[in-house]
């Protein structure tokens, strides 16, 4: 079961359009990251959002966090070439069944920037 | 020095070769991970060393054999792999062991792994 569903799954946009990226789960999580990751490389951590109803900013992307901390999104701004990448939500779950923690991905956006 | 260092950067291996991935990172990070990632997949976690031991194993086969020699350095041995097993392995850290406050992992560019 993933427990993390992102959508859309690939997104293919225009220099300077707007867009929003999405990561639903009907679990809590205690904290979630957004990742960027280009490929042949290593997931970059973007941010990282703890507090329900959080809203963080960086540069032309905004992350916030659901006020019941289930869901998250991610909004870019005039998006560039260079934004074009894997984006994966990632969260801290607590395991119903043995009580540990464990750290989930999301399914994944595609992204693609067309200058 | 933030970063997590993995080499090869690319790796071609048959089948009957033994072959092993090396990571490094040097911000004082306690736990270390290793994830196996397909084409326009998410990672999917394999192992993780917390403290230089081995915390979990998610149920992967015995050719892939972990390794932690001390707090800085993460091996993955390969024996006898198949094609099936080709995949971009990424090493992670980050400060702690997973517990319920996280603020997310430092990953390395991965390792391109190709076995024919």
């Known amino acids: 079961t993933q427990l993390l569903e992102q959508s859309p799954q690939f997104l293919s946009i225009q220099e300077g359009e707007n867009l929003t990226v999405y990561c639903n789960s009907s679990s809590v999580f205690s904290s979630l990251q957004w990742y960027r990751q280009e490929p042949g490389e290593g997931p970059v951590l973007l941010v990282t959002?703890?507090?329900?109803?959080e809203v963080k900013k960086l540069k032309r992307l905004t992350f916030q966090f659901g006020d019941a901390r289930k869901d998250s999104s991610l909004h870019i701004t005039a998006a560039q070439p260079g934004d074009t990448g894997l984006y994966l939500c990632a969260g801290t779950n607590s395991d119903s069944t043995s009580g540990t923690y464990k750290y989930i991905f999301g399914t994944g956006t595609r992204l693609k920037v067309l200058a | 020095d933030t970063e997590v260092t993995q080499t090869p950067k690319h790796l071609v291996m048959g089948m009957t070769n033994k072959k092993s991935l090396k990571c490094e990172q040097h911000m004082g990070h306690r736990a270390m991970y290793w994830y196996k990632q397909k084409a326009k997949k998410p990672p999917e976690l394999m192992f993780v060393?917390?403290?230089?031991?081995?915390?979990i194993n998610e149920s992967v086969p015995s050719r892939f054999s972990p390794e932690c020699p001390n707090s800085s350095l993460l091996n993955l041995h390969l024996h006898a792999l198949q094609p099936e097993d080709s995949a971009l392995y990424l090493c992670?850290?980050?400060?702690?062991?997973?517990?319920?406050?996280?603020?997310?992992?430092?990953f390395g560019s991965g390792t391109r792994l190709t076995v024919v």
């Open positions: 060393y917390s403290y230089e031991k081995l915390s």
């Open positions: 992670a850290s980050s400060p702690g062991p997973r517990g319920k406050t996280n603020y997310g992992y430092t």
């Open positions: 959002v703890v507090t329900g109803g």
